[in-house]
């Protein structure tokens, strides 16, 4: 299975935005690449996903390089409630129909006031 | 519209016991896999139930077994429990309508499980 590659832990100010990187370089051209991020505490939480094209919805931005080597989400303006773990992850797919989420290590969001 | 329920919320065990869990999917959802979360790491996946089969499993021993019921709830069962069975095991639910998978899958807040 192709793998993600994520910071540690970044840090962000309150209300400016946050760029999250991910590399996945052995992506193949049918991997979805999927975000979720896990809050303390709580079980993992989905904040969306693309194929090719960049993708926004009310949570956040996903900006997919061109070669999809490589994407970013975009958190456009950060609160605390933001402060997460925050997951790349590219879709397995399970038997004929079904997938699984390959989760990493993931990035440690840090927000300050 | 309640979310996915996982239950109980924590459990103490000691090595070479078994312990049952149990979760509740999204209404509407039929399909349920179950990921183990150690301390740190992110969750891993262990096995997914659809049509009440086992679908795919992870790498994970045959100590850990599943069952989905009609009702498509599920239970994650691991016998003979060992000191690295202790994590946060999260069930997550999801719907395959028409043998397409839509993508999202919804977590629960997880069970810890703690093996003495």
């Known amino acids: 299975d192709a793998k993600t590659t994520q910071p540690n832990s970044m840090e962000s100010n309150e209300e400016e935005p946050v760029h999250l990187p991910c590399n996945h370089s052995t992506i193949s051209g049918t991997d979805y690449i999927h975000w979720y991020r896990q809050l303390p505490s709580q079980g993992p939480e989905y904040v969306i996903h693309g194929l090719t094209s960049n993708v926004n919805n009310r949570m956040a931005s996903l900006a997919i390089a061109e070669d999809r080597k490589s994407s970013t989400l975009i958190l456009h303006r950060a609160t605390l409630r933001d402060a997460a773990v925050y997951y790349c992850i590219l879709r397995a797919r399970v038997g004929n129909s079904g997938y699984a989420l390959n989760f990493g290590k993931g990035t440690s969001l840090l927000v300050t006031p | 519209d309640a979310g996915v329920t996982q239950s109980p919320t924590h459990l103490i065990k000691t090595r070479g016991q078994q312990v049952t869990l149990r979760c509740s999917p999204k209404?509407?959802?039929?399909?349920v896999s179950w990921y183990q979360q150690a301390l740190g790491q992110g969750p891993q996946f262990i096995f997914q139930y659809y049509e009440e089969e086992e679908r795919q499993r992870g790498n994970f021993p045959d100590r850990f077994s599943g069952h989905q019921f009609p009702n498509y709830s599920s239970e994650l069962n691991v016998n003979a429990l060992l000191l690295g069975d202790s994590a946060l095991y999260l069930c997550?639910?999801?719907?395959?309508?028409?043998?397409?998978?839509?993508?999202?899958?919804?977590f629960g807040p997880g069970t810890r499980l703690t093996v003495l």
């Open positions: 209404s509407g959802h039929d399909t």
């Open positions: 997550a639910s999801s719907l395959t309508s028409g043998g397409r998978f839509t993508d999202t899958q919804y």
